[in-house]
C-alpha cells in the first residue's frame, strides 16, 4: 500500500461523498504555501482529521488537518501548531451563536532561528 487516506474524526457527521471528497487533498490549498504570500482569512464552516500511510514518506503514517471554509474552499495543513491554535478557538466557538472567522498567519520560531511556525487568531 503505497498511499492511503482515511477520515478519522470530522466536526459533523458526514456523507460517503463528503468523506470521498476530504481525502483528495491535490485541490486544497496548503496553508504552508499560502501563508508565504499572506495571511489567510478563513469563515470557518467544519473541519476533518484524516489519517495518512504514504511509504514515500518519513514518518509513513501522519495526520492532516482539513478546514472547510463556508465558501467552500478547502484547506489543509499538518501543522500541529496551527491545530492546538486552531482548536482551542473551535472548541470555544462551537456553540456560540456569534460570526467568527480566523487569521492564518506565519510567526517567527523562537526554538528555530530564521523559521516561522503557523498559527491563527480569531476575528
Same mark, same amino acid.
Given at each position: 500500500? !503505497?498511499?492511503?487516506? @482515511?477520515?478519522?474524526?470530522?466536526?459533523?457527521?458526514?456523507?460517503?461523498?463528503?468523506? /470521498?471528497?476530504?481525502?483528495?487533498?491535490?485541490? !486544497?490549498?496548503?496553508?504552508?504555501? !499560502?501563508?508565504q504570500?499572506e495571511? /489567510?482569512?478563513?469563515?470557518?464552516?467544519?473541519?476533518?482529521?484524516?489519517? /495518512?500511510?504514504?511509504d514515500?514518506?518519513?514518518?509513513?503514517?501522519y495526520e #492532516?488537518?482539513? /478546514?472547510?471554509?463556508?465558501?467552500?474552499?478547502?484547506?489543509?495543513?499538518?501543522?500541529?501548531?496551527?491545530?492546538?491554535?486552531?482548536?482551542d478557538?473551535?472548541?470555544?466557538?462551537?456553540?456560540e451563536s456569534e460570526?467568527? @472567522?480566523?487569521?492564518?498567519?506565519?510567526?517567527?520560531?523562537? #526554538?528555530?532561528?530564521?523559521?516561522?511556525?503557523?498559527?491563527?487568531a480569531?476575528?
Amino acid at each position: 500500500m !503505497a498511499y492511503s487516506a @482515511s477520515v478519522k474524526e470530522s466536526s459533523r457527521e458526514l456523507t460517503a461523498k463528503e468523506r /470521498i471528497m476530504l481525502k483528495d487533498t491535490t485541490s !486544497a490549498v496548503k496553508l504552508d504555501q !499560502a501563508t508565504q504570500v499572506e495571511d /489567510i482569512h478563513i469563515s470557518v464552516d467544519s473541519y476533518a482529521i484524516l489519517n /495518512i500511510h504514504n511509504d514515500k514518506a518519513t514518518p509513513t503514517d501522519y495526520e #492532516n488537518y482539513i /478546514i472547510l471554509d463556508k465558501n467552500g474552499t478547502k484547506y489543509v495543513t499538518g501543522s500541529q501548531s496551527f491545530w492546538n491554535a486552531f482548536m482551542d478557538i473551535f472548541t470555544e466557538m462551537e456553540n456560540e451563536s456569534e460570526e467568527w @472567522s480566523i487569521r492564518v498567519y506565519r510567526h517567527p520560531s523562537k #526554538n528555530y532561528s530564521g523559521k516561522d511556525f503557523i498559527t491563527c487568531a480569531i476575528e
